[in-house]
């Protein structure tokens, strides 16, 4: 199984780069893990105090989890995603079977902070875009598909999302085999990865 990590900022585009990368690969070939799945649960608390969590903190995230699935898919087990609401600041309850495949893409803001789950990659991206760009997009984005408005998507990338950002999330571009430059959509760069996993699929 070759193992590949896409981190970056808020709304760098690593979603979209992740659908790009996919959209031309044998979809039995390919599967796709997000580490927004892997937000820990947090039923023991209610609306108010989960939404005053701070996501974007290394300790949000449930890496025990995802180190295990990781593991087990490396062994070809089939995992139970979680299935995470954004709406809801918590896990939904749900789960979606993952089965392993020959490329395993795992993409999410913090995912190159924690050492161990690293070692597991064999080709780690950072997608850039510079921070004004991001928050632009971040905007669009949780205003119109996660149930947000204009002041808490302010408040949150004010009083933890640049924060964080500056000291857990882009320091780790330093562990990147390869930086795309996402301003703009980067055909070239997304060609670039597709042709290193058609390479290693054959
Ligand atoms: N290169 C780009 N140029 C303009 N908009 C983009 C670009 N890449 C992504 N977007 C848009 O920005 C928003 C955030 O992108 P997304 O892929 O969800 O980012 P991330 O997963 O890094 O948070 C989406 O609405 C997406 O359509
Ligand atoms: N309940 C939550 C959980 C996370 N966030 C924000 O999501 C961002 C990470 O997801 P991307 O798709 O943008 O990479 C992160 O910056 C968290 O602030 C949230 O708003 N609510």
Known sequence: MLTIGIAGGTGCGKTTVVNQIIEQ????????????S????????????RSKIN????SAIDFDLLHEHLEKLK??????????SFKEHNRTGDAVPTPPRKVMIVEGILILTNPEI???????????ADSDERLIRRLKRD??????D????????????KPMHEQFIEPTKEYADIIIPNNRYNT?????????INEKLV
């Open 25 to 36: 690969l044998p979809v039995e070939e390919v599967g796709v893990i997000s580490q927004d």
């Open 55 to 58: 996501f974007d903190h290394p």
């Open 118 to 128: 690293r070692e597991l990659f064999d080709i780690k991206i950072f997608v850039h």
């Open 188 to 196: 070239v760069a997304i060609d670039i990865v597709r042709t290193i």
């Open 75 to 84: 062994k070809g087990e089939t995992i139970d995603q979680p299935v995470y």
């Open 150 to 161: 204009l002041q808490e998507v302010l408040d949150r990338y004010q009083n933890t999302l």
């Open 143 to 148: 205003i119109n598909e996660r149930g947000r």
């Open 38 to 49: 892997y937000y820990k649960d947090l039923s023991h608390l209610n609306y108010e105090q």
